[in-house]
């Protein structure tokens, strides 16, 4: 069994089977059904969720099991969404960054700020959650935007707001130390979200599924060798195009680029912000990282997007992940040694 999956921020994927399968991205609440042969079927569904799309692929003898376990599932992440979404108003997010406080935090706000500061600190702050300021001042700007004195001047004053170390966080409360501080997840809740869909299958029993919010999957396929699903990586310079193919089993993937989201003409600016900084990073178009769960790849592919090379080497080898990184011109292509690559190219450092 192999599945094909393009991987990109943004909402769309390409199944394959057996090879490369042709089939296009099914419409947000659409069902699939396909038989893969050995008595086992493909269910799968698609929705809308954090503001991208997800899709749930199981693969099942009994596809009313599969229907029922998808849509546990998709309850599971909605409760996860409904916690940590900034742009719910009534989530627990939204309260903490309009008061700057919070007492009696969720117990799944709990989890992901602490994952985020844990990684903030082995990343020396290559990943903060505190880029809100920056971030949200670019996207409120009028696009593509032009970098004048004005614009500088108003960037930095939003970085003096940026440090994860002034994040407290308590069994009772959490809490921001800095008046007008605030914190995105977008760069780590997503791939916690994955993690409990996925826990949500397991639970009702189904053990070959893949779950792709936009760019972040997590896949398992049992404890058969011989079974896997292939994701396909898309080329920073031709986003309509794979450049690669990585072998996926029981483990996670996230890829984050520059090639999707960005706010200025020659796109420097883009939707990451490198926390020492408050401007996006330029060494890097597309940063991929393969783990165990994908709140850990979700949030390092963000990190790794900060590192030069040599530390991006030393950190992902220090927390055990494989890697597969473009250059910011998308003409070359490096990778740890250990990556399941099938196809295309990429120099090992």
Same mark, same amino acid.
């Given at each position: ?63 009313? #099991?599969? $229907?029922? %376990? =998808? !849509? *546990?599932?998709? &309850? ?7 916690? +940590? ?64 004195? #004005?614009? $500088?001047? %108003? =960037? !930095? *004053?939003?970085? &003096? ?7 407290? +966080? ?180």
């Amino acid at each position: 069994m192999s599945t094909l999956h393009r991987v990109a921020r943004r909402p769309f994927l390409k199944l394959a089977a057996g090879g490369l399968l042709a089939a296009g991205a099914a419409a947000s609440g659409a069902w699939v059904m396909a038989n893969r042969g050995r008595n086992l079927y493909q269910v799968r569904h698609e929705r809308t969720l954090m503001q991208t799309s997800v899709s749930i692929n199981v693969l099942t003898a009994d596809t009313a #099991a599969g $229907r029922r %376990a =998808i !849509a *546990q599932a998709y &309850a599971r992440m909605a409760g996860a969404v409904s916690v +940590l979404s900034r742009f719910d108003p009534a989530s627990a997010v939204s309260r903490l960054n309009r008061t700057g406080r919070l007492d009696s935090p969720p117990l799944l706000l709990r989890q992901v700020l602490g994952r985020a500061l844990e990684i903030s600190s082995r990343t020396d702050g290559d990943f903060d959650i505190t880029v809100a300021p920056v971030l949200d001042y670019f996207l409120a700007q009028p696009r593509p935007l032009v970098l004048d004195p #004005a614009m $500088r001047d %108003a =960037i !930095a *004053q939003r970085e &003096a707001l940026v440090g994860y170390k002034s994040v407290s +966080l308590a069994k009772d409360a959490v809490t921001l130390n800095r008046p007008d501080m605030a914190v995105t997840l977008d760069g780590i809740a997503k791939g916690f979200v994955v993690d409990q869909g996925i826990a949500a299958l397991r639970a009702a029993g189904i053990e070959y599924a893949l779950i792709d919010a936009g760019g972040d999957l997590r896949a398992i396929a049992g404890s058969d060798p011989g079974r896997y699903w292939n994701v396909g990586i898309v080329d920073p310079l031709h986003d309509s195009r794979l450049a690669a193919v990585l072998r996926l089993r029981n483990a996670a993937l996230s890829t984050s680029g520059n090639y999707q989201v960005f706010f200025s003409a020659d796109r420097r600016l883009f939707h990451i912000i490198n926390p020492h900084t408050g401007y996006s990073p330029d060494r890097y178009s597309s940063v991929t990282v393969m783990a165990n769960e994908t709140t850990e790849t979700d949030a390092m592919s963000v990190a790794g997007f900060s590192m030069p090379m040599p530390r991006l080497k030393q950190v992902m080898a220090e927390r055990r992940q494989e890697w597969l990184v473009f250059s910011f011109d998308g003409k070359a292509c490096w990778r740890s040694r250990g990556l399941p690559l099938v196809s295309g190219a990429a120099q090992v450092v």
